[in-house]
């Protein structure tokens, strides 16, 4: 029997991040105010610094500077 693959149709890309202890707490302290994970905390925190860091860029165009 041939194993069957799956093909992820997403745009996405995982990556693995390690902070300090400090930083790690107040990450989930606040994803747990916004009742969210830390990984749409984090997300949402990438999102925030590419347009503070290239604001006049389109959104579609930023992740390719």
């Keep these: 029997m041939k194993k069957q693959t799956t093909r992820r149709t997403s745009a996405s890309h995982r990556t693995s991040v390690s902070f300090p202890p ?10 747990r105010q916004k ?5 749409w905390v984090v997300r949402d925190a990438a999102e925030k610094y ?10 579609d165009q930023r992740t390719r500077a």
């Design 50 to 59: 590419v347009a503070d860091r290239w604001p006049l860029l389109p959104t």
């Design 35 to 39: 009742k969210v994970s830390v990984a």
């Design 22 to 31: 400090e930083l790690y707490e107040t990450l989930a302290g606040i994803a």
